[in-house]
């Protein structure tokens, strides 16, 4: 007798719910002056907050915007903020526990985010980073490893995503680099339009490319923020602003990505500190983009 | 694992740790050149990576050491209002030794920067004290004495109880007993009043009156630091609760009859035990 083979990802992916249109918040963003309020966004535009991703800092915890959200029953999914995938001592016993009490009290669809490096030491304050992985192989191998210890530690599927940056040290492109890191942690991707756009300019690419050699069908959300072009001593680099002025290159790596990726279930627009009426035109261009892509289901 | 060493200098270079332009320039020299990462196992490849990278792209964020330095002077107030009047000395902090060990190990920064503080390896040249050398009392000055209280009260906040054996007591080390040069926790209480509710804000406001430090007497003290709603307490035990406090641990039996040589009558005994349980003083 030998147990039976665990689910691959293609059968897996088929059981996640397909969540359309949301948008993501953070420890006291909602409280933040002028910030958007999911829950007014979803009463004034229910297609707009179909549901909330929740930023979650463990030392912080959960604020009364997400709690109020997802004691309503409303749809949500955990993106944390402080784990280093690629290393094993960073997920801690503690934390562990504290994110399976978080997830008990959100019942997120899945748990995400970016596979890069959150803090250095120990898990302090002061201490946020946030920087990219090394593009080399043994880091794929590394991350996918920690992408499947979360997963089989919460019982939550767990996509990672790309993070933003300014320095990408190694030999890959962004997007081999994160096909390896899925293929060998056998799970989907968080596709940060964004942050592939800001990759893509600081190694010289085109916004679209290597998305024709990537296995699009792992792509199960994706993000879409504002960028801002900064200089600093005659260097360029686009900030990830999070912002409602979204760059032509995010759009454009977001429509391939909509027209191409079978198993895109989520979208989210990253505008948690902008005032609602501000948003209204990213959101316009967003359902715009998946009309035409023939993915009504999203809307 | 070398990519994470290499993502660690990396971090090191964006902190202005190391010198930038020395780094690209000359990847292993410049690592060299420094005891604590000559060693450091990095490939030729992975030095070249580095070598590629544009130096300006290390120096897009110009407020980045200010929030981690911010996250410390939260924890260290007062030695920080003891050293020169003047914060950015406290920058130098990130050229050490000590914080080079936070990034490539998996080290707190707030222990080590207590430890930086108190080393005399790492000092600058002009980095010196409000009182230099006068107030020195059985080889620490003021400032020296508060960085040890707050250091204590760093290592409490951060404190994991051990696994006891069942009805075994402990200390709990989330509330230590410091041994200080003697004056120190009035000298802390002090200084920590005339920093007001926002320590890091009146330690950031341009024109802010620096306390002057108190000098110290000759002696030690005992000081038992506590974590009560996130804000250290520091006090000066009774005997009775020294004696407790500073018990190796083990079964409950011994603790109850420690507590009975200390005066507490038959049936109080259990009382005083399971109060400095409920206090957080004591662990089982």
Sequence with gaps: MTAPAAPGFTERVRSLPILGVGVSTEYGAADAPGALDPRLLRAAFPDRARFLEVGVEIAKGLDGAALRWAGEGLPTTFHFLDINLDEPEDMTEGWLRAVRDAAAALAPAWLCGDAGLWHFGRRERGHMLLLPPVLCDQAATDLAAGVRALREATGYEVLPENPPGEVFLGDLHLLEFYARVCERSDTGLLLDCAHLAIFQRARGHAPTDGLDDFPLDRVVEVHIAGGVERERGGFTWVEDHHGVDVLPDTWQIFRAVAERAPNLKAVVFECERNRLEDTAAGFERIAAILREAGREALL | ?284
């Design chain 2, 1 to 284: 694992m070398s990519h994470q060493v290499l993502q660690r200098v990396s971090v090191l270079m964006l902190y202005g740790a190391l010198d930038v332009d020395a780094v690209i320039a000359a990847p292993r020299a410049a690592l060299a050149a420094l005891p604590d990462l000559a060693g450091l196992p990095l490939s030729e490849a992975e030095l070249g990576w580095l070598a590629a990278a544009d130096p300006r792209a290390f120096r897009t964020d110009p407020y980045r050491r200010a929030r981690l330095l911010r996250a410390l002077l939260e924890e260290y107030p007062v030695s920080a209002a003891l050293s020169l009047g003047e914060p950015r000395a406290l920058e130098a902090f990130f050229s050490s030794r000590h914080f080079r060990g936070v990034v490539l190990g998996r080290g707190s920064s707030a222990l080590a920067f207590g430890d930086w503080l108190l080393s005399p390896l790492d000092r600058r040249p002009d980095f010196g004290y409000a009182h230099p050398g006068r107030d020195a009392v059985e080889g620490r000055t003021p400032r020296d004495a508060c960085a040890l209280l707050e250091r204590a009260v760093a290592r409490a906040r951060r404190a994991s109880a051990p696994s006891l054996p069942a009805g075994h007591v402990a200390p709990s080390p989330a509330a230590p007993l410091a041994t200080l040069p003697a004056g120190t926790a009035a000298l802390y209480a002090r200084v920590r009043q005339h920093l007001g509710p926002a320590p890091v804000t009146a330690l950031l406001t341009s024109g802010y009156r620096f306390p002057h430090a108190t000098p110290l007497a000759a002696g030690t003290e005992l000081a038992l630091i506590t974590i009560s709603d996130g804000q250290a307490v520091v006090e000066e035990p009774q005997e009775w609760l020294e004696a407790l406090m500073t018990r190796a641990a083990g079964p409950r039996e011994g603790w109850l009859a420690a507590a009975r040589e200390l005066g507490a009558e038959p049936g109080e005994d259990a009382d005083l035990i399971d109060d400095l349980i409920a206090q957080g003083l004591l662990i089982t």
